[in-house]
Nanobody, 129 residues
Framework: QVQLVESGGGLVQPGGSLRLSCAAS????????IGWFRQAPGQEREGVSY????????YYVDSVKGRFTISRDNAKNTVYLQMNSLKPEDTAVYYC??????????????????????WGQGTQVTVSS
């Protein structure tokens, strides 16, 4: 069974940190680009970051650049999102998604993950004092 499972969400104070994990089962992450997306209540899903399968290149949207870091451990079939200096506006359900095609990855993230091959179920991140 093909699955992506996110974990690591929770409640954190502004300025705090969390590390989200996206673990794959039933397929090998090596051949997939992985993106992180988030959706706040009443808002559309938005892209946060991706990491490519081919060369490990990364991309971040402006709102998280310098605060979030995406990485992958192919041996563990897992991708991580390290989130530092968290702000209340980062509060959302965070999803990871996998995409086999490595074309137009920036557009994939900016579109909110259209044409993803697999999605996780999401993990809640709440930034509040």
């Amino acid at each position: 069974q093909v699955q992506l499972v996110e974990s690591g969400g929770g409640l954190v104070q502004p300025g705090g940190s969390l590390r989200l994990s996206c673990a794959a089962s039933g397929f090998t992450l090596d051949y997939y680009a992985i993106g992180w997306f988030r959706q706040a209540p009443g808002q559309e899903r938005e892209g946060v970051s991706y990491i490519s399968s081919s060369d490990g290149s990364t991309y971040y949207v402006d709102s998280v650049k310098g605060r979030f870091t995406i990485s992958r451990d192919n041996a563990k079939n897992t991708v991580y999102l390290q989130m530092n200096s968290l702000k209340p506006e980062d509060t959302a359900v965070y999803y990871c998604a996998a995409r086999r095609s490595i074309q137009r990855l920036r557009l994939w993230v900016l579109s909110g993950g259209d044409r993803s091959d697999y999605w996780g179920q999401g993990t809640q991140v709440t930034v509040s004092s």
